[in-house]
């Protein structure tokens, strides 16, 4: 089974449909119980990082995300699923996360760009991952978001985006994988993307 996970925001809809269009059923559910029985998850994300955090605790859905980080389920988390992974924003002055990974979470800088960082723009692929099968470097994805996360561990960042500064627009953690773009707006190379994380994830489930 895959679970979209519903925690009362998110791209809830586009996620859906990518996956949906790709052939896969897939369940969009608050239910922390059916999350951890999932054989792959995907946390969509937009919006604020405090109301993000507060609402999965809200509904237990913290809870399930460290369950199932435990029992090594393959996890997609995007934009700001991304960002509550770690430890602490600086987003609305500052706000613990969900601490799963450590590092934090910084405010894009301004000088002479926009922010929001918004639109397409390239990822380079740092190091080999199932996630870029059939994709080529440096290709386009599409970016929404005025905060980017800084991993403790460079080790973890398997992609990266250049835009005032160089930061890790994908990661890599155990059975985590995270995007700061959205792949569900990003066009073929980003169906291709979750194809290729749902193709991996349920290999050893079928």
Partial sequence: MIAIIDYGAGNLRSVANAVASLGYEAVVTGNPDEVVKADAVILPGVGAAADTVSSLKRHGLDSALREIIQKDTPLFAVCVGLQVLFEETEEGGGCPCLGLLPGRV????????????????????????????????????Y?????????????VVIGQTSYGLDFASMVESGSVVATQFHPEKSGPAGLKMYDNFLKTALRGSK
């Avoid at 005025?146 to 080790?155: G, K, L």
């Fill in 106 to 141: 910084k405010l894009l800088p301004s000088d002479g760009l926009k922010v929001p960082h918004m639109g397409w723009n390239n990822v380079r692929q740092l190091k080999p991952h199932p996630l870029f099968e059939g994709i080529g470097d440096d290709r386009y994805f």
């Fill in 143 to 155: 970016f929404v978001h005025s905060y980017y996360a800084e991993p403790a561990d460079a080790s």
